[in-house]
């Protein structure tokens, strides 16, 4: 998370400014969390919205490190 808050974690990251954690899965198996990714990759962005708002309709941000 660190990376992502300074934009050195991808490109997708620097590149539209990703900062914030307000959605994650977990996944036991490495496989089954890259068939996820790539699934929810080709989903339209309001599924996406809408699969965030189920479980977090605040957007708040899980993720508190230090200093942010």
């Known amino acids: ?24 899965e977990e996944h036991f198996d490495i496989t089954d969390a890259i068939q996820r990714e790539t699934s929810l990759k080709r989903w339209p962005r309001q599924w996406k919205v809408e699969l965030i708002e189920k479980s ?10 230090i200093g942010w």
């Open 1 to 24: 998370m660190p990376e992502h808050k300074t934009g050195q974690g991808s490109t997708f990251t620097s590149r539209y400014g990703v900062q914030r954690l307000v959605w994650y």
């Open 56 to 65: 977090n309709p605040e957007w708040f941000e899980f993720f508190r490190g």
